[in-house]
């Protein structure tokens, strides 16, 4: 991350502002170069996957087939040697495809059961090519549209129930660029670059641009149903509309006739895609029921899933979150265990294992599939409970690295975190978190103003005071606030004294913070 950030500071020195788009040869602003390209798609290709369910593992030839199509499409791409193209299938139910830059494509499958032919599957995925070809997110990142990478975002994945089992959260730590990268909506010149030349790279590579118009007309009748999962997915960053049916019937008719549509052989590797399908109709079914509480008719719905497709991982954590819920923790864990070992490249497992262990007390077995968990996707529980068992060994410096990482989401997860940090910390820094200073009344009574810099309550908040008395003497005091301070909050103690003059305060009171704990 530091290389990435490196290259988003010294880009501006050393790109021309102005360069020619590869694709259309016009002059555009961009300030970032190849380079960034690939370092932030080999950056964030990986989280970002981990982020949507991961690699759809199931079928091996379907990853193969969408790859050697992207790569078909890819070969016509105008940087095609200096980008580093790489075609993905993503376990994830939403109707949906993006691209990094630097050439890093995924494809979901709830959005491959939608498209009738090898045709549409190429224009989904020149769309994208072009995206990456013509260096559209390096163009948003270069007009100040996209944060910088050191901000952090929280995802909601899988119905999880981590962090909240109210808002089922996992708080993933992810650079803020690289989710605005994956979701953007780019500009109506982006989109429109992308339809017209990705349709001339679906011709220069054989297929007929028809299926690009065919693609965008199924896409303006989905839209009007207002499917959620659409609007939540590929219609958030391409939204269709009938002017964009029009300018591709428009494109193909400048393009030569004919080509390849493909509606055979794209039935044929899909098939299988196709026979689970009600599948995961039935699994999604059942994370919604599990997200309204509705416990029973979840397990219902799960077990439709896994009658259908018993090795699908998605289910078997699913089944986990169901168990834990109930806090069956070794029930859980088997089925976590289940989901490894059907997708080791999956994170979640990992994460869940490790989180049960934690709370059956197998601190080893818990660490290591903690440590796993965070190889594959950062996220603030583990790092939490990373810090939990350093805190537990007397490893204090660890412990507050790992509590840092996870205080910096706003997740349940980073709040605990960042009150152990307080715990470890308070004693021997109370002014440090609650601010203090002294203030008089009209009567010229002195008091402790005092703030609660955290987000944790504190109390027994004790202040240690000093003052010049009218006979140049030192007095000293201490006074105990009794009551409970939220975080972020303010009030006031009366110290028991006064002075004559008020303009004096600051040069003879001086008041701290001496002592403070954590509220329960």
């Known amino acids: 991350m530091r290389k990435l950030i490196l290259l988003l500071l010294t880009s501006t020195l050393s790109i021309s502002a102005c360069s020619v788009n590869p694709v259309t040869g016009e002059r555009n602003f961009q300030l970032y170069g190849s380079d960034w390209e690939r370092e932030v798609g080999r950056q964030m290709y990986a989280p970002m996957k981990q982020s949507q369910g ?17 790569n078909r499409l890819a070969r016509q791409a105008r940087r095609n040697e200096d980008l580093d193209f790489e075609f993905s299938v993503l376990n994830d139910s939403v109707p949906n495809a993006w691209a990094l830059p630097g050439g890093k494509i995924v494809i979901n499958r709830g959005l491959l059961v939608h498209l009738e032919s090898e045709a549409e599957l190429a224009a989904v995925l020149g769309h994208e090519i072009v995206h990456a070809d013509a260096a559209h997110g390096a163009r948003a990142q270069s007009k100040g549209m996209l944060t910088q990478a050191g901000a952090m975002i929280t995802m909601v994945v899988l119905g999880s129930t981590i962090d909240s089992q109210s808002t089922r959260e996992i708080a993933m730590i992810v650079p803020a660029l690289g989710a605005q990268l994956m979701t953007q909506k780019y500009g109506r010149d982006a989109e429109r670059e992308s339809d017209e ?11 007929d641009p028809a299926g690009a118009v065919e693609l965008q007309k199924t896409f303006v009748e989905i839209s009007k149903a207002k499917n959620q999962d659409w609007v939540s997915g590929l219609f958030a960053s391409h939204p269709p509309s009938q002017e964009r049916v029009e300018n591709n019937r428009k494109t193909a008719a400048s393009l030569p006739a004919g080509g390849e549509m493909g509606s055979q052989r794209y039935r044929d590797k899909t098939a299988y ?24 008719l979840a397990q219902e719905k799960l077990n439709k899933a896994l009658s259908m497709e018993p090795r699908e991982s998605l289910f078997h954590d699913l089944q986990g979150d169901i168990y834990a819920l109930d806090k069956n923790h070794g029930r859980a864990l088997k089925s976590y265990q289940r989901a490894v070992a059907a997708n080791p490249g999956f994170f979640y497992g990992y994460l869940r294992s ?21 190889e594959l996707m950062p996220t603030a529980e583990a790092h939490y409970l990373l810090g939990m068992l350093d805190k537990q060994k007397d490893d204090l410096n660890s412990a507050v690295e790992h509590f840092k990482i996870a205080a910096q989401s706003e997740s349940e997860s980073g709040q605990r975190a960042t009150r152990e940090l307080v715990l470890l910390d308070l004693a021997n820094n109370p002014s440090k978190y609650i601010a203090s200073r002294a203030a008089v009344d009209q009567e010229n009574n002195v008091w402790a103003q005092f703030g609660n810099l955290t987000q944790v309550p504190m109390e027994n908040i004790e202040f240690s005071y ?48 001496s002592r403070a704990s954590v509220s329960n």
């Open 54 to 70: 991961g690699e759809f593992v199931l079928d091996p030839a379907l990853n193969a087939y969408v790859d050697e199509v992207g």
């Open 197 to 207: 030349y990705g349709m001339l790279y679906m011709s220069e590579a054989g297929y």
């Open 273 to 296: 895609l196709r026979r689970v399908q009600p599948a995961y109709l039935a699994y999604d079914e059942a994370k919604k029921a599990l997200a309204d509480g509705k416990t029973e």
């Open 354 to 374: 490790g989180q049960m262990q934690y709370a059956m007390d197998q601190n080893q077995a818990a660490r290591s599939n903690l440590d796993k968990s965070l």
């Open 466 to 513: 000093a003052w010049l008395d009218e006979k140049g003497q030192t007095r000293r005091g201490t006074k105990i606030y009794s009551g409970t301070l939220a975080g972020g909050k303010q009030d006031r103690i009366k110290l028991g004294f006064r002075i004559d003059n008020p303009d004096e305060l600051n040069r003879r009171v001086r008041v701290e913070v």
